[in-house]
T-cell receptor, first 113, second 115 residues
Framework: EPEVTQTPSHQVTQMGQEVILRCVPI?????FYWYRQILGQKVEFLVS????????KSEIFDDQFSVERPDGSNFTLKIRSTKLEDSAMYFC???????????FGPGTRLTVL | AQSVTQPDIHITVSEGASLELRCNYS??????LFWYVQSPGQGLQLLLK??????LVQGIKGFEAEFKRSQSSFNLRKPSVHWSDAAEYFC?????????????FGEGTQLTVNP
C-alpha cells in the first residue's frame, strides 16, 4: 500500500542553523501539507501546496519557513534560522484532491539546541 | 472558525472492554470529520472518515464512529478493545470551502489498555 515517507526521522540542530525536512508524498496525490506537533500540544497546520505554489498557510508559517517541490517526487520544508521553539514533530501529508482525506507520514522529530 | 474538543485527555480500559472516545466539533456547515490514531513513534494513521450520508461509519481495526449533528459530536467506538489499541487518538475536522484545506485537530486522547 502506498504511503507517505519522511526523512530524516530525527534531526538535531543548533539554534540559528537552517534545516530541510524531506517528504515523498503518495505518487498520484496532488495536494501536499505540513503540520507540526509540539510535545504535549495539538497537531497544527502549517501550509498546503498545490500546483507548485502555496495554496494556504497558517499564522505559524512565517518568513522563516518555506516549502518546495524540487522534483517530481520530493516535497521539502525549510526552516531558515531555527529557534528553540521550532522543536517539534513535523508531519508531511498528501491527498488526491483538496477535500479528500489526508494521509500522513511518520514524522520528523526536530530538536533545536 | 472550526474547532475540535476531545474532553478526555486519558482513558484506561481493560482488554476486552468496550471503548468510546468523545469528540465535539464547532463548525458552520456539514463537516468533514476524521479519526486518526498515533502509536508511539509512529505517524498519524487514518482510522475512519465522515463526509456525508450514513451517520454511522466503519473504519479499520474494528472501529466505528457516529456523527450526531444535534450534539455536534463524532464519537469513536470499539466493542472490544485489544492491547494493541493502546495509542493516542485524534479527532479532526475539515477541510472545507470556508476553512480551506487545513485539518483542525483536537487535543488527543491517550488510551491505556490494561491486561
Amino acid at each position: 500500500e502506498p504511503e507517505v515517507t519522511q526523512t530524516p526521522s530525527h534531526q538535531v540542530t543548533q539554534m540559528g542553523q537552517e534545516v530541510i525536512l524531506r517528504c515523498v508524498p503518495i505518487s498520484n496525490h496532488l495536494y501536499f501539507y505540513w503540520y507540526r506537533q509540539i510535545l504535549g500540544q495539538k497537531v497544527e497546520f502549517l501550509v498546503s501546496f498545490y500546483n507548485n505554489e502555496i495554496s494556504e498557510k497558517s499564522e505559524i508559517f512565517d518568513d522563516q519557513f518555506s516549502v518546495e517541490r524540487p522534483d517530481g517526487s520530493n516535497f521539502t520544508l525549510k526552516i531558515r534560522s531555527t529557534k528553540l521553539e521550532d522543536s517539534a514533530m513535523y508531519f508531511c501529508a498528501s491527498s488526491v484532491r483538496r477535500f479528500n482525506e489526508q494521509f500522513f507520514g511518520p514524522g520528523t522529530r526536530l530538536t533545536v539546541l | 472558525a472550526q474547532s475540535v474538543t476531545q474532553p478526555d485527555i486519558h482513558i484506561t480500559v481493560s482488554e476486552g472492554a468496550s471503548l468510546e472516545l468523545r469528540c465535539n466539533y464547532s463548525y458552520g456547515a456539514t463537516p468533514y470529520l476524521f479519526w486518526y490514531v498515533q502509536s508511539p513513534g509512529q505517524g498519524l494513521q487514518l482510522l475512519l472518515k465522515y463526509f456525508s450520508g450514513d451517520t454511522l461509519v466503519q473504519g479499520i481495526k474494528g472501529f466505528e464512529a457516529e456523527f450526531k449533528r444535534s450534539q455536534s459530536s463524532f464519537n469513536l467506538r470499539k466493542p472490544s478493545v485489544h492491547w494493541s489499541d493502546a495509542a493516542e487518538y485524534f479527532c479532526a475536522v475539515g477541510p472545507s470551502e470556508t476553512s480551506g484545506s487545513r485539518l483542525t485537530f483536537g487535543e488527543g486522547t491517550q488510551l491505556t489498555v490494561n491486561p
